[in-house]
């Protein structure tokens, strides 16, 4: 039993022992945890107290960084925000008052807003601080500083002004305390017009007036097409209506309806360029509003609170003056002409236009910018420009003539142009030295005509044979208007034809031939010419020349397009004086006779000086078809030549036996339409002689040289004899170069030798049988050799045979080609006063008076309307004139 137990208690023991170590162990492993535990609480410890130190060093450095960047953020956007303030606000915008100068915007940019101060923003660079007005809204100012605040109304102003063109902006002063002191420095732009003060009882009218003036643009200029005269400037490059800035300083207490109308100022005026700038009176809130408070020390723009602002000191007094009246000088010398380029079609749209039904084309700007065009066609067809020397009428030729060219090709359009007045300036449309250019669609120019009154009628002349040419046109394809005929017949050249006669009543002038005969063809070319595409253009500086149409009234009626220039008289009907109240470079155009409802006013660009025209020209000249001629060029002051000539040109020998109708002596030009010269036939018929008449020696050789060289042309050498006989030594330098080119052909005589030409030739005509060699007897002032002519040489006098060759000469191919210096003089070489003229078929008066010309050698009665003039002659042959044909003897041959 003890066993037992010693064992169970060895047993018990063992267990305990083993417990005992194990929890030993476990001991000593917890108690080197607990050692390790409170190493780390020690650490952590240790740790815990340095936390806090280092944090507030990371904080303060992060805010330190947040500083720094938060500062240089704020520079670089200040430095943003004024480049783009100055991007908005250029120039004169926001210059400040050292360097200020008036520049406005360029066409189609916008004004944009201006200047007043500086946003206040410590450490950055100063920012602009902008206020819109022009095109965008309105200001409002309150607050104490008052000299902060009428400096900012200078500021807006003189900017507004300076930004805009000169004339654009039109103010309105209303300040009833000050009478208009706050704007005193303005005051210059109302001799201008362009500043009005309104007395202290005058608001309500000043705002009926605004609230109208928005009524009218919205409706007649916006017509519902644009928003805003901005945007309509922005579309069209334009403004047509000038800003109208309101500055209201204060006041009574508005009335009920001053009130309604301020509200529709604010709320519609920004869009039709009305604004206001108001201190003292309140606004309503608009989104347009801009409020400017000025406290002492404080202001503040913007809706509330407002950005602070430092604001600019006022411009200085002499600057606002100055440029007040810069500007009102500049309005005053007239509006800047609007370009001719203005009136032209894209390059690629040039010559696109049709014809057929009319021309129309711009001449120029309308009050809303639109442009004024000009129509001729079956109505109006005919138009009338009038206006005082100066006013700019050849301008307006030139600037309708542009714009007519370039729209309508030369198939489409020809121009012929007449000009009466002294000047060459119409010229340039005619090929010349300095320029080789030519205007296509001109087919006749006509300079220095003002002597030449015949010029006139034979583009009348000329003129009425198109008419009739295309009525009978019309008449053969059973049509009757011009725009049917080219329907039934496209391929045939029917351009609608412009004839311009500037100076017109010079044609109208006197109660001749030519006067009646011009009237006449006028009245018809007018009355037929509209449905046949004549149109007629007659200008006039003079109110005489309209009064020369006004006792036509017939005439007058068929000239419903009327152009009233500057002050012109008369063009426009009795009780329509637009014109007299036009601006400089403006016209009043009208198409119902001059009617008041008709009128339109156009402001015309200046298209006549040499750079603009010619660059017109120039491309036009470049689009000609191939085979187009220059314009022919009359030029009443040019000496034509016979080498030139076109009828000279074609002449060409004949064959052995001449033709029945006889070789042509040609005389000189004709003033006509188409160069061509006088011509006188000299076939085998009595009296085919030529007498030239006069005491003028150079007109006098001029028409016998280029008769005998315009003979010898049409025969060949050794076919034809000239006898030359010289006997005036005047006349011999002349006569001797003849000889010299006739050369084998001619034979020489003098006051010696003469009776031997009279007694061979008169003797040769004795023979029986024609001689086959034309003989042509060219006397230079035969009449000096009437004395030896008169002794008797053989059985008869030399002027017995003179006389007997002139009568029998011509049947045998004989013709005598003399001139006498004085129609007395000749008679009494054809045999005394009394002595029959019939074998002087044809002659060329030069200084001899139409009444010495009278019954023998002129039909009818008193001699022919002919009044001598330099280098000019008339010529008469009995055989082929009704009346006497002016001529232009060829210079001297080279
Ligand atoms: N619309 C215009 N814009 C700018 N300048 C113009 C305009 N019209 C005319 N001028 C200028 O005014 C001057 C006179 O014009 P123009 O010669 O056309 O007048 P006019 O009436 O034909 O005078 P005149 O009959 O004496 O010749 C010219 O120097 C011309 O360049």
């Known amino acids: 039993m003890a066993d037992l137990r010693s064992q169970l208690v060895t047993r018990v023991r063992g267990m305990l022992s083993e417990a005992l ?22 650490r952590v410890r240790r740790a815990a107290a340095a936390v806090p130190q280092r944090v507030g060093a990371e904080r303060d450095r992060r805010l330190a960084e947040i500083d720094d960047r938060h500062a240089a953020r704020i520079a670089e956007l200040a430095r943003r925000a004024a480049t783009a303030a100055l991007r908005e606000a250029p120039g004169a915008a926001s210059a400040s008052w050292t360097d200020w100068r008036a520049a406005p915007a360029g066409r189609g940019e916008p004004v944009g807003p201006v200047r007043v101060g500086t946003l206040r923003i410590a450490g950055a660079e100063p920012v602009p601080a902008l206020v819109p007005l022009l095109d965008a809204g309105h200001v409002h100012l309150s607050g104490g500083d008052r000299d902060g605040a009428d400096a900012v109304v200078g500021a807006l102003l ?3 002004v300076g930004r805009a063109d000169p004339g654009a902006v039109r103010l309105y002063g209303y300040d009833p305390e000050h009478l208009g002191g706050g704007l005193a420095g303005f005051a210059p732009l109302g001799t201008a017009g362009l500043l009005t003060f309104v007395g202290p009882g005058g608001l309500g009218r000043l705002l009926d007036d605004l609230v109208e003036q928005i009524r009218r643009i919205n409706e007649t200029v916006l017509a519902g097409e644009y928003a805003s005269l901005r945007e309509l400037a922005a579309a069209t490059g334009r403004r047509p209506e000038p800003w109208r800035v309101a500055v209201l300083l204060g006041g009574d207490e ?18 039709c360029g009305v604004h206001l700038v108001v201190r003292g009176i309140p606004l309503p809130e608009d989104p347009t509003v801009t409020r400017i408070v000025a406290e002492p020390g404080d202001a503040r723009v913007g809706a509330p609170p407002g950005l602070p602002v430092r604001l600019d000191p006022p411009p200085p007094a002499t600057l606002v003056t100055e440029t007040c009246r810069e500007i009102a000088s500049r309005v005053n010398a007239g509006p800047p002409p609007t370009p001719f380029t203005d009136l032209l079609p894209p390059p690629e749209q040039m010559w696109k236009e ?129 725009a049917e005929l080219r329907a039934v017949d496209p391929t045939g050249h029917w351009p609608r034809i412009v004839a311009v006669v500037d100076e017109f009543q010079a044609l109208l002038a006197g109660r001749d031939v030519v006067a009646r005969e011009a009237a006449d063809l006028l009245e018809d070319l007018a009355r037929r010419g509209r449905s046949q595409g004549i149109h007629l253009v007659l200008a006039s500086q003079d109110v005489r020349g309209i009064e020369a149409l006004w006792g036509r009234p017939a005439l007058v009626a068929q000239f419903t397009l009327r152009i009233a220039l500057p002050k012109a008289l008369r063009i426009l009907a009795e009780r329509n004086d637009a014109a007299q109240a036009l601006p400089r470079h403006h016209a009043v155009v009208n198409a119902e006779s001059g009617m008041t409802e008709g009128n339109q006013v156009a402001r015309i660009p200046s298209a006549s000086d040499w750079e603009t025209w010619s660059e ?44 029945p109708r006889g070789p042509v002596a040609l005389l000189g030009e004709i003033i006509d339409v188409q160069a061509r010269s006088a011509s006188l036939r000299l076939p085998r018929a009595p009296g085919r002689n030529l007498a030239v008449l006069g005491t003028r020696v150079d007109e006098a050789c001029a028409v016998l040289d280029a008769a005998a060289r315009s003979l010898a042309r049409q025969h060949r050498p050794g076919t034809a004899r000239f006898s030359i006989a010289c006997l005036d030594p005047d006349a011999d330098p002349a006569a001797r170069a003849l000889y010299e080119d006739l050369a084998d052909d001619a034979a020489w005589y003098d006051e010696e030798t003469v009776p031997e030409l009279m007694a061979e030739t008169a003797e040769t005509l004795g023979r029986p049988g024609t001689p086959s060699t034309p003989h042509y007897l060219l006397l230079f002032a035969v ?31 004989t013709h005598v080609l003399a001139w006498w210096r004085g129609i007395a003089r000749m008679r009494v070489d054809l045999g005394g006063p009394a002595a029959r003229t019939d074998q002087i078929g044809a002659w060329v008066a030069l200084d001899v008076q139409g009444a010495e010309l009278g019954s023998s050698l002129y039909p009818g009665t008193g001699g022919p309307d002919w009044y001598p003039r330099p280098w000019r002659g008339l010529f008469f042959d009995r055989a082929v004139h009704r009346t006497g044909q002016v001529i232009i003897p060829y210079g001297p041959s080279p």
């Open 254 to 271: 508005l009335s009920r309806h001053e009130r309604g109308q301020l509200d529709r100022v604010v709320r519609a005026g920004a869009a």
């Open 616 to 659: 017109l020209q120039h491309r036009l000249w470049r689009m000609r078809p191939q085979d187009a001629a220059p314009a022919r060029l009359f030029d009443g002051d040019a000496v034509p030549r016979l080498v030139d000539a076109p009828d000279y040109r074609a002449l060409t020998p004949q064959g052995d036996t001449p033709p």
């Open 21 to 42: 170590g194990a929890t030993r162990t476990r001991l000593a492993g917890a108690e080197t945890e607990l050692t390790a535990a409170r190493e780390r609480l020690v």
């Open 158 to 160: 003189l900017r507004g």
């Open 783 to 813: 009449d000096a050799a009437a004395g030896r002519l008169a002794a008797p040489a053989g059985g008869r006098s030399g002027l017995e045979q003179l006389r007997r060759i002139l009568h029998d000469g011509p049947e045998r191919r």
């Open 354 to 482: 049709d014809s057929a039904h009319g021309l129309t084309a711009p001449i120029g700007e309308g009050p809303h910018g639109r442009p004024v065009l000009l129509t001729l066609g079956d109505y109006p067809p005919h138009a009338l420009i009038g206006g005082p020397s100066g006013t700019g009428k050849t301008n307006l030729i030139f600037a309708w003539i542009g714009a007519l060219a370039a729209r309508y090709s030369p198939a489409e359009l020809e121009f012929y142009l007449l000009d009466f007045k002294e000047g060459v300036s119409f010229a340039r449309f005619a090929q010349g030295r300095r320029d080789p250019s030519w205007l296509p669609h001109m087919r006749l120019v006509g300079i220095n005509v003002n002597t030449d009154r015949e010029f006139g009628l034979a583009l009348l002349r000329f003129l009425a044979e198109e008419l009739r040419r295309r009525a009978d046109a019309a008449k053969k394809h059973e049509v009757t208007k011009l």
